[in-house]
């Protein structure tokens, strides 16, 4: 295009000079130089022309949901990069100058701010972008791919906002800001007042109820007083009568005392003379306790020495049977002594006989340990031998064929394990999957769980290509070969169990139905294998389902060398995989060009995959590992046999061997018996002793004991002596002691009877101490009740304050004066009882009635002032408001009218004064017989609505003081009839005189468009190089 004429200084501020990306989304380093009007950005979907729009949002500091595309600003790094630049030159306030704003973005989501290469914090970088009248989050400047929809989806009153902020009147929206704030000013002041009016009645109404209760408080204190009076009258009267009663009391009480201390010394002398006898007959008490304490210890010695007797007399007979046994067993010795030398002779012969034999026995004996020995050695090698194939066995064989039966185990259960995992993520689907499987009987033809547990892929790659050609919902949804089964199925699991459940319906076949349109030989030599068909296995319903709905026996599968003959695949096919790249072709909307989008797929985890090769490797492995392990048994069982027959040939030379060692032994031992007998008979004869020196040891031993036995009989006769006259001094001292008793029990009666005299005076000399103290202290409370009741002072005081009321009552006796109070009593409980906190209340609410007259006044008069503010504004404000949408209206309609079509931009409200519900309706009519109707998304299409934003987009031209604008892919969904009116009208407007800059993003142009040298476009390609001889025209 030829160059545009040139602006004035004062219009080029805030319009971009330059966009500069680095690492952002798609882009590795990019600068785009956009010119001062109309800039028209186009070119394939995918290749990056919203990117260069999401570039200029974000790097003025718009946040990444005004977007829609994605809520963290690290997604729009580029891939493998960790960080990314955004620069925004646009044109300074002064002549020839420019403002370059800088947002650098890292993994972490972090960003950081940059004006003319000085860091900055987000707000005042926000704050510096602001005065160029730079707004990214007003849709009406601001209008990206992914929020074409939400300016439909404004309501008037943010059309209001958004269109006066676009006007960039900051006067215009303060105003409105402002009016909103003084209407809720005033609503507040009303309710206020009426909050206090209401308040204000209901402390009136309490004070006229408070009134009754005061003046029936001061009624009620008045008879309080006159009650008090004649108690106090009472209370005096009754202290009177009692003083002079006391005197008589005091009499009683001193004759009283008198008689209680003549009783007491009679007690006292009474008391003495039954300690002088108790002391007697204590002391006759331990006389005789004595007596009886040396007879026991007579009878005790008596016992002792006759058990002595005992002892001895049985002594004497014990040796006499010791004497008679002694003799028995001397002639026994000799008898002894006479046998056990013949058995000593008889082993000496048989010893001699041994020596001749004991060289032949050795020499057999050394020959049979020689054979143990290498019996031994032999069976010990069969030992090590079997130990060494056990731990084979156990250690190496065992472990691996268990180890190889849990990994085939593992790759043949991934169903269960794939369940398990499901219920976390899934459980509506797990129990719909057991309901099914308890009630397939109810249902005509088969019922299929999800895809993913029917379906068997042969390897983890044929898995993941099926999980990027088939929907989700499809993989785990239920299949059913019967419609009426499927809606039955739909209904008992989605309405009656609200499972959040799949169905669909597979017709039921025997064989596939589907066969690949190009045979697989022919591409085989493109770097293809199978078709996807080929790699999954499963019911064959379900794989004529995959081959109608996703056509998997025409998707062929390779591998990476796949890419290097993308230009040789034929045109039937339109989807193809290699290694771990998606290919698709599609044609384009626009031209009848195939275009070929590569992509890289990644392993969801989805499908159940099992690799045969792994299996049948795994298989083979355990097939062998087995057999070795029975070959390991069947050698263990012949070394055992081995072992078996070896034991048995050592336990018979070990027996053979046992009995030479036992006759050898045998006849050693004979050497020992010989020598014991030997010593035996030694021992024999020297404790031997003759009959006569016994019975001479007898005589002495019985002469000794008779000795001692007529020693103690001697004793004995003493002891008894000195018994007999123990016993008649302890009788004479019980005598005596029983006379003292009879004595000291009739002293103990008559000792209580002058205590019981005693204790009878002390009770009445306390009964009367106690009375009168009684009277004493009830003539000192009817005292202090007096005072209390006559303001502290008593009726014999000067200061007596009720003398004339209590002369008044002098003529009345006690009885009188009960009654009367009696009366004043019933007369208070009739009136009603009541504090003294009622009259502080009453006085209280008498001053806060005073205090809301004032505040409601002055609540009124703030609402009067505010709403004068309100008028003033509201009268400056309105025909700005007015003029603006008048400006817009004309324009919109002038533009509707120019394609055909009516519009109108109107003012909504539903109050004057109501500031809240002001707004913008945009009313279209898009066929003559239809009537004006508002802007909505749910009447017009979404071409309708594209048509309608445009306008309104362009009618903003003529008011809004904005810098530039852009607007991303408006134009989708408009026929080509609206899209070329808009182009034309949007070249027409955007390209005028001071006009502001326009960004405008489209995927194409139709043909035979009207151009000017305003207008500017520019195609976007996106492409990981550039030929070196390639050279575009940038000028």
């Not at 001397?330 to 002779?345: F, R, T, W």
């Amino acid at each position: 295009m030829e160059k545009s004429s040139q602006l004035k200084p004062t219009q080029k501020i805030g319009r971009i000079q330059s966009v500069y990306c680095k690492d952002f989304v798609s882009y590795s380093e990019i600068t785009y130089f956009p010119k001062e009007y109309l800039n028209v950005l186009t070119g394939p979907n995918g290749t990056g022309k919203s990117t260069i729009v999401s570039a200029i949002i974000l790097g003025l500091g718009g946040d990444p949901q005004l977007l829609d595309r994605s809520s963290s600003i690290s997604d729009y790094i580029k891939s493998s990069k960790s960080s990314a630049a955004i620069v925004i030159t646009i044109y300074g306030k002064q002549k020839d100058s420019v403002e370059a704003f800088k947002r650098t973005i890292n993994h972490n989501g972090e960003s950081r701010y940059f004006v003319n290469s000085k860091e900055l914090s987000k707000s005042k970088y926000l704050a510096i972008i602001a005065t160029y009248n730079i707004q990214v989050s007003n849709l009406c400047q601001f209008l990206p791919q992914d929020r074409v929809q939400d300016f439909s989806k404004m309501n008037p009153q943010e059309l209001l906002v958004n269109t006066m902020s676009s006007v960039c009147d900051n006067q215009l929206i303060k105003n409105f800001i402002d009016l909103k704030n003084m209407r809720i000013k005033q609503l507040g002041a009303h309710a206020d007042r009426e909050r206090e009016n209401d308040k204000l009645l209901k402390e009136q109404k309490r004070l006229e109820q408070l009134q009754i209760s005061v003046d029936q408080y001061q009624e009620r204190q008045e008879v309080l007083q006159k009650l008090n009076v004649y108690k106090a009258k009472k209370l005096w009267t009754e202290v009177t009568l009692a003083e002079e009663k006391i005197d008589s009391y005091k009499s009683e009480l001193d004759k009283a005392k008198e008689n209680c201390e003549s009783l007491k010394n009679a007690y006292e002398l009474e008391k003495r003379s039954q300690e002088g006898i108790s002391r007697k007959r204590e002391e006759l008490k331990e006389k005789t306790i004595e007596q009886s304490r040396r007879i026991n210890q007579a009878m005790v010695t008596k016992r002792e020495l006759t058990s002595q007797l005992e002892a001895i007399k049985n002594k004497i007979n014990e040796s006499k049977c010791d004497l008679e046994r002694n003799i028995q067993l001397s002639a026994k010795s000799i008898s002894e002594v006479d046998k056990i030398k013949y058995l000593v002779e008889t082993k000496r012969h048989e010893l001699q006989q041994f020596n001749n034999e004991k060289s032949e026995v050795l020499n057999e004996l050394e020959i049979q340990k020689k054979k143990i020995q290498k019996t031994r050695e032999t069976t010990m090698n069969q030992y090590n031998k079997r130990r060494e194939l056990e731990t084979m066995l156990n250690d190496e064989k065992i472990p691996e064929i268990t180890a190889l039966c849990h990994k085939i185990e593992r790759l043949q259960n991934i169903k269960a394990q794939k369940i398990e995992e499901l219920r976390l993520r899934n459980p509506n689907l797990v129990k719909a999957m057991n309901w099914v499987a308890q009630n397939k009987h109810k249902y005509k033809c088969n019922i299929y769980d999800p895809m993913v547990f029917e379906l068997s892929i042969k390897s983890e790659e044929g898995a993941m290509y099926l999980e990027n050609v088939v929907r989700q919902r499809d993989l785990y949804a239920f299949a059913c070969e019967d419609k009426s089964d499927m809606s039955d199925l739909i209904n008992e699991l989605c309405v009656k169990q609200k499972l959040s459940v799949n169905v669909m319906y597979c017709a039921p076949a025997e064989t596939c139905m589907f066969t690949s349109t190009v045979p697989i030989s022919e591409i085989r030599q493109m770097g293809f294998d199978a078709y996807l068909v080929d790699l999954v296995s499963g019911p064959i319903p379900l794989i004529n389902k995959l081959c109608g709905s996703y056509q998997i026996h025409n998707i062929p599968i390779g591998k990476d060398e796949v890419s290097n003959f993308t230009a040789c695949v034929p045109k039937s096919i339109r989807i193809y995989f290699g290694g771990t790249k998606k290919f698709t072709v599609t044609t384009s909307r626009y031209r009848s060009d195939l275009i070929l989008t590569e992509s890289t797929i990644r392993r969801k985890n989805q499908l159940i995959s099992i690799d045969s090769k792994q299996l049948t490797s795994l298989k083979e492995r355990h097939n062998k590992s087995i057999f070795e392990k029975d070959q390991i048994r069947n050698n263990l069982r012949e070394i055992d046999n081995e072992f078996d027959r070896l034991q048995i040939v050592l336990r018979q030379e070990g027996e053979t061997k046992r009995k030479i060692e036992q006759k050898l032994a045998h006849y050693s031992n004979l050497e020992d018996e010989v020598k014991k007998l030997q010593l035996k008979i030694d021992t024999i004869n020297k404790s031997f002793t003759s009959t006569d020196k016994l019975k001479e040891t007898f005589q002495k031993a019985v002469l000794s004991d008779l000795k001692i036995i007529f020693e103690i009989e001697r004793k004995l006769i003493k002891i008894l002596e000195c018994t007999d006259k123990l016993l008649q001094v302890k009788k004479l001292n019980e005598t005596l002691e029983n006379a003292h008793n009879q004595q000291y029990e009739s002293q103990v009666n008559t000792l209580k009877e002058s205590e019981d005299q005693f204790k009878n005076a002390s009770t009445i000399v306390d009964k009367l101490s106690a009375s009168l103290q009684v009277k004493v202290k009830d003539i000192a409370s009817k005292r202090v009740e007096v005072q209390r009741l006559c303001n502290g002072q008593l009726p014999n005081s000067n200061d007596f304050p009720f003398k004339t009321d209590f002369e008044q009552l002098s003529n009345l006796n006690v009885e009188q004066i009960y009654e009367a109070i009696v009366e004043f009593q019933a007369r208070l409980e009739c009136m009603k009882n009541l504090n003294s906190e009622a009259i502080a209340d009453f006085r209280q609410r008498q001053n806060e009635v005073e205090q809301l007259k004032k505040l409601i006044e002055g609540k009124s008069n703030e609402e009067k002032n505010v709403e004068a503010e309100i008028s003033i504004l509201y009268n400056k404000w309105e025909p700005q408001l007015t003029a603006l949408i008048e400006t817009i209206n004309k324009k919109f309609s002038e533009f509707m009218d120019s394609i055909a079509y009516v519009g109108e931009v109107v003012l909504s409200r539903n109050d004057k004064n109501d500031f809240d519900s002001y707004g913008i309706q945009i009313m279209v009519q898009y066929r003559k017989d239809a009537k004006l109707q508002t802007l909505d998304k749910y009447v017009q299409s979404g071409g309708e609505r594209a048509v309608a934003i445009a306008i309104y987009s362009l009618s903003l031209q003529h008011v809004t003081h904005v810098p530039f604008r852009c607007v991303d892919e408006i134009n989708q969904g408009m026929d080509a009839k609206n899209e070329r009116h808009i182009f034309n009208l949007l070249l027409k407007e955007a390209t005028k005189e001071g006009s502001a800059q326009y960004l405008f993003v489209t995927p194409k142009l139709l043909r035979d468009l009207s151009y000017n040298n305003r207008l500017c476009v520019s195609v976007v390609h996106n492409s990981a190089s550039i030929k070196p001889d390639v050279k575009f025209p940038l000028n």
